[in-house]
């Protein structure tokens, strides 16, 4: 009955779950993003970058264009890109195959998603035509990952938090590739920290692209752009 399914749902948080696992959902940008055990649960501070990226939407020339949320967990980002109010093609990927899951789950009917790692898992036919590219890279360094909150230790896949040695790993790979996905004048945005700003600035910049650093003290949030030249 009722009371026994919040008897459930109290134990579940008593015991470490995250709040939005055990509810189902979690806000983002004014949108319920459904999510569940195995998926990383979106943060609020990402919501500084994707106020970023939609204003970057906003002034992307032509009729449709393209946008790709890589890593995209559950598909917070590219949902609230394709809810935006400007028409576009919208596009998802993650290497896991449970945040694919609730990703296709959170786009139905508003854009598509894909498994695979990084680029390989997109159509070829978005190639050079993205204008704008949301990677929410793992950040964290692998000897930070003990630091973290219970709830995301334990309950979040690792392979959504581990950023390698210095937390840099994933935004290396992804840059390196981006010229060859953004449109000329397209835009990849990333979240970053403080420490890793320099070092994450001086990778987009080495892969061709024009960087640009942006910080929300309210929201607590670093997010490096980097542009294609046009």
């Not at 983002?28 to 990402?46: D, E, K, Q």
């Not at 935006?84 to 609730?102: F, K, Q, T, Y």
């Not at 840059?175 to 945005?189: N, R, S, Y």
Request: net charge negative; glycine share 10%; charged share 20%.
């Amino acid at each position: 009955d009722g009371l026994a399914a919040l008897d459930r749902l109290v134990a579940r948080r008593a015991a470490g779950h995250p709040l939005e696992h055990v509810v189902g959902w979690a806000e983002f940008a004014g949108l319920r993003i459904a999510v569940g055990p195995g998926v990383f649960v979106p943060r609020r501070r990402t919501e500084f970058l994707l106020a970023l990226a939609r204003d970057l939407l906003a002034d992307a020339p032509g009729p449709v264009p393209a946008v790709v949320d890589l890593c995209c967990g559950s598909g917070a980002a590219a949902a609230a890109l394709a809810a935006s109010g400007r028409r576009a093609e919208v596009h998802a990927a993650d290497i896991d195959p449970v945040a694919v899951g609730w990703a296709r789950r959170n786009l139905a009917g508003a854009g598509e998603v894909h498994e695979g790692d990084l680029y390989a898992a997109l159509p070829a036919a978005l190639r050079g035509r993205v204008a704008v590219l949301v990677a929410n890279v793992p950040y964290v360094p692998t000897a930070d990952l003990p630091l973290l909150p219970t709830e995301a230790r334990t309950h979040e896949p690792r392979v959504a938090l581990d950023g390698g040695g210095d937390g840099l790993t994933v935004l290396r790979r992804v840059a390196a590739e981006a010229g060859e996905w953004l449109a000329p004048g397209g835009t990849l945005l990333v979240e970053t920290t403080g420490r890793q700003a320099d070092t994450a600035r001086e990778v987009l910049a080495a892969a061709g692209l024009t960087p640009a650093l942006h910080h929300d003290e309210e929201r607590a949030a670093t997010v490096l752009t980097g542009t294609r030249p046009a």
